[in-house]
């Protein structure tokens, strides 16, 4: 009997980490056609940076879930190298910030990688949506009421 090595090959996002894990094919979809601001981490499953990545990306997504998207980009994946590609990414893990506007322009992450910082970012790059009122529109409103 000749044994043969396998290779497992194995998301580095468990499916409950509350990470969507994007492909070439499905990375429009998931983060350039929806309204959400979302995070993209662009890794490969080697990087020892991307798997100490994993647990504070993923408790930043649990908590943040329902406000911001977090999606992963495997970057070692044949299809999705025209992607990373695309968004110039050149070490692992990148992280960008593609805020809720209509271009969808990322920025980059450059912050401490831990699910605090993640999610301190994130808040503060969600968009204002109060308006500001001067003295005489509140008195305006109120007098209408």
């Not at 043969?4 to 580095?12: E, K, R, S, Y």
């Not at 209509?102 to 992450?109: A, C, I, N, T």
């Amino acid at each position: 009997m000749l044994l043969l090595p396998t290779t497992v090959l194995c998301a580095l996002f468990p499916a409950n980490s509350g990470v969507v894990q994007a492909t070439g094919k499905t990375f429009d979809a998931e983060v350039l056609s929806i309204e959400k601001p979302t995070f993209v981490a662009f890794t490969a499953p080697w990087c020892g940076h991307c798997k100490n990545l994993v647990p504070q990306y993923s408790k930043a997504a649990k908590s943040l879930g329902g406000i911001i998207k977090f999606v992963n980009v495997d970057c070692d994946e044949e299809g999705n190298k025209q992607t990373c590609a695309r968004y110039g990414v050149q070490g692992f893990p990148t992280i960008k910030f593609f805020p809720a506007t209509k271009k969808r322009l990322p920025r980059d992450y450059r912050g401490e990688r831990t699910a605090k910082e993640l999610a301190k970012f994130g808040a503060e790059s969600l968009p204002q949506t109060a308006k500001k009122l001067t003295a005489e529109a509140l008195i305006d409103f109120v007098d209408a009421v």
